[in-house]
């Protein structure tokens, strides 16, 4: 045990050589990647990038209900599917964050790139509507609302929840 | 076979998995090749990968960006060291750390009843959580990290009784 711990001992520089060197590239790698993300988090939430943060528009329940009634506005539930299953916005679909590489082939081919999209989730801390308005940012669309605080907000509104077994077509 | 003869042959086998030079190029190049290939997905997304760490709930929001990017250049360069044959004692101990700490973290978001994705692998949270088969991955891994740590450290102190 003591020469273990006296082998910790002899080989801390080089643990903090390579942990250093692990930061310089990390930091560098970063610098020119694609995303570029915030090193700290002062505000927003970890792994989205300022550039996606400035482009997501972001709408109270009484701004959203304007979209919801537009037909144009296709409405994206990021739940998980039991959770859309059991009750969900009027005329909603489903692109849950777990599980949004298999479903996004088909959302796609049906969805166009300027199509006007709200995403929302569970409620006040939820941020997996940032995180698939990230990815379909990526993808190449081009106007997405996000309902702040989700279905919780929309639910304390009391404004009407759809109940249904079958997914509503895109 | 006599309980002696039996007895011997254990303590050989034992003593080859202790000892061994050749199993210790092949672990550490093994171990290297898990952690570079680990590496990758971490290095090609690393915003995914803030999201994953994000969900652990361990570490505060605002350096979370910055241990993901961190990480996943640890893995890459622990792996590169491992492979190369270089600080290889320093490597093996650090991917043992590494290999506890992930342990660590997916058991403390299993026992909190949280099914995340371990993203030891890949970045993509998928359809669901497999916290138990990340468990028994990571165990193992940890297990081949341990000996490898063995197997460096006791290469080390022979070389350098060799060498006196």
Same mark, same amino acid.
């Given at each position: 045990?003591?020469?273990?711990?006296?082998?910790?001992?002899?080989?801390?520089?080089?643990?903090?050589?390579?942990?250093?060197?692990?930061?310089?590239?990390?930091?560098?790698?970063?610098?020119?990647?694609?995303? &570029?993300?915030?090193?700290?988090?002062? #505000?927003? &939430?970890?792994?989205?990038?300022?550039?996606?943060?400035?482009?997501? #528009?972001?709408?109270?329940? &009484?701004?959203?209900?304007?979209?919801?009634?537009? =037909? &144009?506005?296709?409405?994206?539930?990021?739940?998980?599917?039991?959770?859309?299953?059991?009750?969900?916005?009027?005329?909603?679909?489903?692109?849950?964050?777990?599980?949004? =590489?298999?479903?996004?082939?088909?959302? =796609?081919?049906?969805?166009?790139?300027?199509?006007?999209?709200?995403?929302?989730?569970?409620?006040?801390?939820?941020?997996?509507? =940032?995180?698939?308005?990230?990815?379909?940012?990526?993808?190449?669309?081009?106007?997405?609302?996000?309902?702040?605080?989700?279905?919780?907000?929309?639910?304390?509104?009391?404004?009407?929840?759809?109940?249904?077994?079958?997914?509503?077509?895109? | 076979?006599?309980?002696?003869?039996?007895?011997?042959?254990?303590?050989?086998?034992?003593?080859?998995?202790?000892?061994?030079?050749? !199993? !210790?190029?092949?672990?550490?190049?093994?171990?290297?090749?898990?952690?570079?290939?680990?590496?990758?997905?971490?290095?090609?997304?690393?915003?995914?990968?803030?999201?994953?760490?994000?969900?652990?709930?361990? %570490?505060?929001?605002?350096?979370?960006?910055? /241990?993901?990017?961190?990480?996943?250049?640890?893995?890459?360069?622990?792996?590169?060291? @491992?492979?190369?044959?270089?600080?290889?004692?320093?490597?093996?101990?650090?991917?043992?750390?590494?290999?506890?700490?992930?342990?660590?973290? %997916?058991?403390?978001?299993?026992?909190?009843?949280?099914? !995340?994705?371990?993203?030891?692998?890949?970045?993509?949270?998928?359809?669901? /959580?497999?916290?138990?088969?990340?468990?028994?991955?990571?165990?193992?891994?940890?297990?081949?990290?341990?000996?490898?740590?063995? @197997? /460096?450290?006791?290469?080390?102190?022979?070389?350098?009784?060799?060498?006196?």
């Amino acid at each position: 045990m003591r020469a273990f711990l006296i082998t910790i001992l002899r080989q801390l520089p080089r643990i903090a050589g390579i942990a250093v060197v692990s930061l310089i590239l990390g930091v560098a790698a970063n610098a020119t990647h694609p995303m &570029q993300l915030p090193l700290l988090v002062r #505000k927003g &939430q970890p792994g989205l990038p300022n550039w996606v943060s400035e482009r997501l #528009k972001h709408v109270d329940t &009484q701004g959203a209900i304007g979209l919801v009634n537009n =037909s &144009q506005v296709l409405v994206i539930d990021t739940r998980d599917e039991a959770d859309f299953r059991r009750e969900h916005i009027p005329g909603a679909i489903s692109l849950p964050y777990h599980g949004f =590489s298999a479903h996004f082939p088909r959302f =796609s081919a049906s969805v166009s790139r300027d199509r006007p999209l709200l995403i929302y989730c569970y409620g006040t801390s939820c941020g997996l509507a =940032s995180r698939v308005g990230k990815r379909l940012l990526g993808y190449g669309y081009t106007d997405i609302t996000i309902l702040h605080n989700g279905i919780a907000a929309w639910r304390a509104a009391n404004q009407p929840l759809e109940t249904q077994e079958e997914f509503n077509e895109y | 076979m006599s309980i002696k003869a039996a007895r011997m042959s254990f303590r050989s086998i034992l003593h080859y998995l202790g000892n061994s030079r050749s !199993l !210790l190029t092949m672990l550490r190049i093994g171990v290297g090749l898990v952690f570079i290939y680990a590496s990758i997905d971490k290095v090609v997304h690393p915003d995914q990968f803030a999201e994953i760490m994000e969900d652990y709930g361990i %570490l505060p929001n605002a350096v979370v960006n910055l /241990a993901a990017l961190w990480l996943a250049w640890i893995e890459v360069v622990l792996g590169v060291c @491992l492979i190369a044959g270089v600080w290889v004692k320093a490597a093996a101990l650090m991917v043992t750390g590494l290999a506890v700490t992930f342990i660590v973290g %997916l058991s403390i978001a299993f026992t909190h009843g949280v099914g !995340l994705h371990c993203g030891c692998f890949s970045t993509d949270p998928g359809g669901d /959580a497999r916290t138990w088969i990340s468990l028994w991955q990571e165990g193992l891994l940890l297990l081949a990290c341990v000996w490898l740590t063995v @197997l /460096a450290v006791r290469d080390g102190t022979r070389r350098t009784t060799d060498a006196v």
